[in-house]
């Protein structure tokens, strides 16, 4: 009686199958669409019936409806249950795969579509995309446990729209299961559930491509609360980054002033008369990046966020003209020239330093106490 007791207490502490975790993730979230093409070579459900072959959902006013290889709507919700791969394209978009179930409605005379995915289906293909310049399996685990991690901490940031993630890099680049790569889809797995903690709380895992050198402080980047792990660490030994092996680690942009003039106008730096005749760093980092910037014109100079001038110059000339605010500044006659290392932000993790440590021999849980000092593996 007493062994009889005391299986059916083990039959009832033995986790049941948990059920996989799902995000939701709005596609197409940069794109104005009014209607998308489907496409499955297998069957798959929707509105109630089976369809496979080419079939259209449009945007009817306030209604959505599905024409082609099944007639469905005019209706205030489709769901394409995709049980096996669907294609969505269209004028302007780019042709990619999807599972899971995705529901097609119509917001403000768009369509929105919002696609289910199961976590780690969602990180793999995360991984895909963010690490697909690197090779080492190590580097390709700590861009899992980073993105997955990066993810639980943020499911609430669109939840005012009803869905947790969109798929572009506001929150971090998804372009589907099409294309997911065998060594993504072996990190997710090999870190299943793995994220990063700080005292007991999910870490704000940010991460770039090159660091230059030195990782930089966030609080020296963007006016948020400041964490202890996001401060500026050397990545490997002196004069040998890790990240030295990127292509592109060094860099040199040359800005004649009458470029410069027509930037700073348009961002509003300068006023329309004022044309820039100068250009200094007059603070930097903890990393020896700069921080704040001097932009001198014909009757005076203007302070200038040197993050606010990565971002103003990368988006009206192109991120590859300033790659990072790992600068120094050259002026010339009717130029500045900016001798500079490293790509992106510098905050966190240094993705080509990553790359660099697992070629040394370091596994992913170095990488991540290297470039998040203080935080810890544990499971969601
Ligand atoms: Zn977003
Ligand atoms: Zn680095």
Redesign the pocket.
């Given at each position: 009686m007493r062994v009889l007791t005391l299986l059916l207490v083990l039959a009832c502490a033995a986790p049941a199958a948990a059920a996989e975790k799902q995000v939701l993730i709005r596609l197409f979230?940069l794109h104005k669409v009014s209607a998308v093409n489907l496409e499955t070579t297998a069957p798959v459900r929707a509105a109630g019936a089976q369809f496979s072959g080419k079939a259209r959902i449009a945007v009817k006013g306030q209604l959505v409806v599905m024409t082609g290889a099944l007639q469905a709507g005019p209706a205030k919700s489709i769901t394409v249950h995709a049980s096996a791969p669907v294609r969505l394209s269209g004028p302007g978009l780019p042709r990619r795969s999807y599972t899971g179930d995705i529901v097609f409605t119509s917001a403000r005379k768009q369509l929105k579509i919002v696609n289910s995915v199961p976590l780690e289906d969602y990180i793999a293909g995360v991984v895909t995309g963010e690490a697909s310049d690197l090779s080492q399996p190590e580097a390709y685990k700590a861009q899992a446990v980073a993105a997955r991690t990066y993810v639980l901490k943020h499911l609430r940031?669109?939840a005012g729209e009803g869905y947790n993630?969109?798929d572009?890099t506001?929150?971090q680049l998804y372009t589907g299961q099409g294309a997911v790569s065998a060594k993504a889809l072996a990190a997710a797995r090999a870190t299943r559930n793995e994220v990063l903690y700080y005292k007991g709380e999910l870490a704000a895992t940010f991460y770039h491509s090159i660091c230059g050198g030195r990782t930089e402080r966030m609080t020296d980047v963007w006016p948020f609360e400041a964490k202890p792990y996001l401060i500026s660490v050397r990545d490997g030994p002196p004069g040998h980054p890790y990240c030295s092996i990127a292509p592109n680690f060094r860099w040199k942009t040359k800005i004649y002033f009458s470029g410069l003039t027509r930037l700073a106008r348009r961002a509003g730096w300068i006023l329309p008369d004022e044309e820039a005749r100068g250009l200094k760093i007059s603070r930097w980092g903890a990393s020896g990046r700069a921080a704040e910037l001097e932009l001198r014109t014909q009757r005076r100079t203007v302070g200038l966020g040197a993050t606010e001038f990565y971002h103003g110059i990368g988006r009206r000339a192109g991120w590859n003209a300033v790659r990072s605010t790992f600068f120094r500044i050259l002026n010339g006659q009717d130029y500045v020239l900016l001798d500079g290392k490293g790509n992106g932000h510098g905050v966190g993790m240094c993705q080509w330093g990553a790359e660099g440590m697992a070629r040394k021999g370091f596994k992913y849980r170095d990488i991540l106490r290297h470039y998040y000092p203080g935080t810890e593996i544990g499971h969601d």
């Open positions: 979230s940031i669109h993630l969109c572009s506001h929150c």
